[in-house]
């Protein structure tokens, strides 16, 4: 799978993931929770390359986690479901509007639309006129139980809208 169909794949997995998670609120990541120290690799919250399952969960078994196993599609998992010791990909994914994180549930009440249309929402070119618009996600890479590789990525509607418009 190509880097560029990553974000996207995320992107609509975390859509129809919250289409489906009604009545369940998990607490929201901050932009800042996305940095990543340039030398380490750590993470704000303390996780590193090298780490293993415990020091991740402590630090975001709180939130939504989607994982990929063996290279198979992404899916939101339970963090006691997830299977650190096979080959496996966690991402933690958000929503920044105007650098704050939303609950996709409460963004589309308040703003009168549905789940399903919110990307087309969140790139029209008014909407973007007046609001910075980014989806944020870190990616860890796993082998045996042990996180091989931690990278923090980003698409920012402002400047490449047209790249994520809804089909």
Not at 2 to 9: D, E, G, N, V, Y
Request: glycine share 6%; charged share 25%.
């Amino acid at each position: 799978m190509s880097k560029k169909c990553i974000p996207a794949l995320c992107l609509a997995l975390v859509l129809s993931a919250l289409t489906c998670a009604c009545g369940e609120e998990k607490p929201l990541l901050s932009p800042t929770d996305y940095d990543l120290d340039a030398e380490t690799a750590q993470t704000i919250r303390g996780v590193k390359i090298g780490d293993g399952a415990d020091v991740f969960l402590a630090a975001y078994q709180d939130y939504d986690i989607l994982s990929c196993i063996n290279g198979s599609d992404y899916h939101f998992l339970p963090a006691e479901e997830i299977p650190f010791d096979a080959k496996l990909t966690t991402i933690l994914p958000s929503f920044f509007i105007d650098n704050t994180a939303i609950d996709v549930d409460s963004f589309c009440e308040e703003n009168g639309i549905e789940k399903d249309g919110i990307l087309g929402f969140l790139t029209n070119e008014e909407y973007l006129a007046h609001h910075t618009v980014v989806y944020q996600y870190l990616v860890f890479d796993w082998k045996d139980g042990v996180i091989q590789d931690i990278r923090s990525e980003s698409m920012d509607y402002n400047k490449d809208a047209s790249y994520y418009e809804a089909n």
